[in-house]
């Protein structure tokens, strides 16, 4: 596939059907956010979408370790429709033929240069909307006033976090996601733990009064805050289920299944990133599937409409041609929680955020755990092959 003069040129169904599949398998595991998406394409016009192509710095070993991430959003018509709900590192380690997803909670606390000059405390998931929107932050650092602000200011947090670069980002919306879950005909999640989650937002409905008067939305609106407000407003919200074990999900239910955050059983962002995972290897069996290229063609055709990203197809292109089939690479996980180097703590104006348990903005603590657990994985592989 290439482009010319700005078109994108299908590939024919003569391309062999395993490069079609790494392609297509390499962005689709390795370069979405809330969900995965299949190829790169500038973007028209749009409040919540832009799109950019940049040229990454090469690489001195073309075998060396690369970092991909992964950013999933609400986008038009959802309430905070840039904050980011899902946010996952995938570390590639082709020597090993091994993916990594580091997924980093959505409460974490980071300083972000949204004013030129000066930096304030966020929570990540505020980043990629603070580097996309410049109405609301037109005082920001000028590289952040372009095109790609917002995933740049993104790459430039977890740089710090992680202590190493990211190579490229994808972002999503949840429309494009539920899209593209259509055209690739659902997945079969083998679904890790039964949850219920009871506050689970109805699109359209985030301003429903249900029933209240004025008087009592600004009482309990100024008294409550978080799930304790939200229980305040039902009719805004639909109860579900999921029952552990492998199930069919369509785009719909696949959304619900990664977004949902309320559940009193691992309802929260490190049990809502375990579900994630979970989807992951659904897709990749899903892909794994596919009889053939025409199947494959409809997926990447819609994946072209909804993707903003970094990468172009000349870089996915080299990466399968170097890194071979990465449908057969292992896929493995480090957690950031409060179980590993994680905290809670409350910000100055009064947040439940999460921290390094080492100490607020110590994230070099951050990066020497990940780096001692990609050890932990490799050695855990050594040792499973000697026995």
Not at 101 to 122: C, N, Y
Request: aromatic share 8%.
């Amino acid at each position: 596939m290439d482009r010319d003069n700005g078109q994108i040129l299908y590939p024919t169904q003569e391309r062999k059907r395993k490069t079609i599949l790494s392609i297509v398998f390499v962005i689709l595991v390795c370069l979405v956010g809330i969900g995965l998406i299949a190829l790169v394409r500038h973007l028209p016009p749009n409040p919540f979408i832009r799109s950019i192509v940049t040229s990454p710095t090469p690489t001195p070993d073309p075998m060396a370790p690369k970092n991909v991430l992964l950013l999933g959003y609400g986008g038009a018509g959802h309430d905070g429709g840039l904050l980011t709900d899902t946010m996952i590192v995938v570390r590639i380690i082709p020597k090993e033929k091994r993916l990594v997803l580091i997924s980093i909670p959505r409460d974490l606390w980071v300083q972000v240069e949204a004013k030129a000059g000066e930096t304030k405390g966020f929570k990540i998931n505020a980043v990629y909307a603070i580097g996309t929107d410049n109405r609301a932050y037109p005082d920001k650092p000028k590289k952040y006033l372009t095109d790609g602000g917002g995933l740049l200011m993104v790459k430039d947090a977890l740089k710090i976090i992680i202590g190493e670069p990211i190579n490229y980002a994808v972002a999503i919306d949840f429309s494009g996601f539920t899209k593209l879950m259509t055209t690739l005909g659902g997945v079969f999640i083998d679904v890790p733990f039964t949850f219920e989650d009871k506050l689970y937002p109805i699109k359209g409905k985030e301003n429903e009064t249900c029933g209240k008067l004025d008087e009592e939305i600004v009482s309990v609106t100024a008294t409550l805050s978080g799930q304790l407000l939200e229980e305040q407003f039902p009719c805004r919200y639909e109860t579900l289920k999921f029952e552990k074990g492998k199930q069919f999900m369509d785009g719909e239910a696949a959304l619900k299944f990664v977004r949902s955050r309320h559940s009193d059983v691992n309802g929260g962002d490190f049990g809502r990133s375990l579900r994630q995972q979970a989807f992951i290897f659904g897709v990749k069996n899903r892909l794994l599937s596919f009889s053939g290229v025409t199947k494959i063609i409809p997926l990447i055709k819609d994946g072209l409409n909804m993707v903003v990203t970094d990468l172009t197809l000349q870089d996915v292109t080299a990466m399968v041609e170097r890194y071979g089939v990465v449908s057969s690479y292992t896929i493995d996980s480090i957690q950031l929680n409060d179980q590993t180097i994680l905290m809670f703590f409350m910000s100055p104006d009064g947040q439940s955020i999460l921290v390094p348990k080492t100490g607020e903005n110590d994230f070099g603590s951050i990066a020497s755990y990940i780096t001692s657990e990609l050890s932990r994985i490799t050695e855990a592989t050594k040792s499973a092959v000697v026995q």
